[in-house]
């Protein structure tokens, strides 16, 4: 197969939704059908013992949510399918809105019987922000919930986007029979598995055949359902999709799966191939011959056995290729990388080579941060992976002074994540972390002692908001930091950072200070 036509059969996409939506389920369900998995694991459950596959890590498992990104790449059907499963809870928010830049398409999914969420607005509006294509997945339809009209309703006005389902539920409930597939205009009728994928029945809409299987009644009402849904919804386009202006609907039940099929079929086929990236200096296609790709995540143990660290790579453009020195731009140097891993989640295997879409897993010893560029000689760099300024804050001391050197290896690569940040205080030289999310603390404090054997405790500090600064006029920076001593830090990089006590106080600094400017985001 040739290099243009690998690119197109690529589908790199990130399902994004509120926490307890069914975003890791339904992951489960897309590697069951893909046969990626032979059988899919449970989010929360007792008899299931096989957790969710993209929930590895230790914490998952125990708690029932995903904390991480995980990436997930499999063949189906000829296509080279790549699934990011996100992140729901808004303390993780940060992941999610990197793990955004790396994909080409989103699916959003949504509780039938909870309809649009917090979380849900506040990722779809980083979604618009970028104009990437949508397509929703309404489930838990096999439980009581809104009518499917109100529900559609409720997706335009919440997340500003036009609608057109492409499935069309049978009920609700105890009463749900299966969808009705407005994209290749059949009907399948399933029966609930939670662990087999059923072949539906092919049965036209308008024939005898169709009241037979799900009962007169059941039958008139999907018919008129069907005329009205024609009626006030315009045909689907694709163009309008692929500009993120209009957003597919399917309904189903992932646990169950109900609709994941029709799903699946029409996201392969109408879902956009690897798309142009923006750098600094041009636009980059993926078509181009050399090499490029950026690092919009890094994980500490992925295998906790070997203390290894793995650097995402989003490739960009040209054909990554094994043993083959690239540039690692931010820091000029060449480097190889003798085994590059494709993903399962936590499992790995070692590939040869790799086309734009594809998600890299490089091994890294320190050498990467997040929105590094690697390329093949061009000093590049990619836009858009900013690390925000923390609104939590707590100083991190050691409870064991036997293991030190454990928990600064450990603070050192936990804070590389990008998910949590670091900053010294360079008045008393303590070290505070500084989080989007409270449940960081948590996550940090317990993998902490469980991968690295350290134990630590939080003291808590009130500051109002970490900011970087820099200015063009050196004297008037210096006389800054001097005045504010007590309040300056650096970060892991070395960066000026003020940590403001309060709104007020920020001001007051921003107003006295003309000159130095105030950075909220790290990409400046």
Known sequence: MGFIEEIKRRRTFAIISHPDAGKTTLTEKLLLFGGAIHVAGAVKSNK?????????????????????????????????????????????AEDTF?????????????????????????????????????????????????????????????????????????????????????????????????????????????????????????????????????????????????KGEVAPVFFGSALNNFGVRELLHCFLRIAPQPQPSKSEARIVNPEEEKFSGFIFKIHANMDPNHRNRIAFCKVCSGKFERNKAYKHVQLGKELKFSSPTAFMADKKSIIDEAYPGDIVGLPDSGNFKIGDSISEGENIQFKGLPSFSPELFRYIDNDDPMKAKQLAKGIDQLMDEGVAQLFVNQFNNRKIIGTVGALQFEVIQYRLLHEYGASCRYEAISLYKACWIDS?????????????????????????????????????????????????????
């Open 98 to 242: 990197r793990t955004l830049t790396a994909v080409d398409s989103v699916i959003i999914v949504i509780d039938a019987a909870k309809g649009v969420e917090t979380q849900t607005r506040k990722l779809m509006e980083v979604c618009r922000m970028r104009n990437t294509p949508v397509m929703v997945f309404v489930n838990k339809m096999d439980r009581p919930c809104n009518d499917p009209f109100d529900i559609l309703d409720e997706v335009e006005k919440e997340l500003h986007i036009k609608v057109r389902p492409l499935s069309w539920p049978i009920g609700n409930g105890e009463l749900f029979k299966g969808v009705y597939n407005l994209y290749e205009k059949n009907l399948y009728l399933f029966q609930a598995s939670k662990q087999t994928v059923e072949e539906g029945q092919d049965i036209d809409i308008n024939s005898d055949e169709l009241d037979k299987q799900i009962g007169e009644r059941a039958a008139t009402q999907l018919r008129e359902e069907l005329e009205l849904c024609d009626g006030v919804y315009p045909e689907f386009n694709v163009d309008d999709y692929l």
């Open 472 to 524: 063009d006029d050196e004297a008037e920076l210096e006389e800054f930091k001097k005045r504010k001593v007590q309040y300056m830090a650096k970060d892991k990089w070395g960066r000026d950072v003020f940590l403001a006590e309060s709104g007020y106080m920020l001001q007051m600094a921003q107003e006295g200070f003309k000159k130095v400017r105030f950075h909220f985001t790290s990409e400046f």
């Open 48 to 92: 299931i013992k096989k957790t969710a596959t993209s929930d590895f890590m230790e914490i998952e498992k125990q708690r029932g949510i995903s904390v991480a990104t995980s990436v997930m790449g499999f063949e189906y059907d000829g296509y080279k399918v790549n699934i990011l499963d996100t992140p729901g809870h808004q303390d993780f």
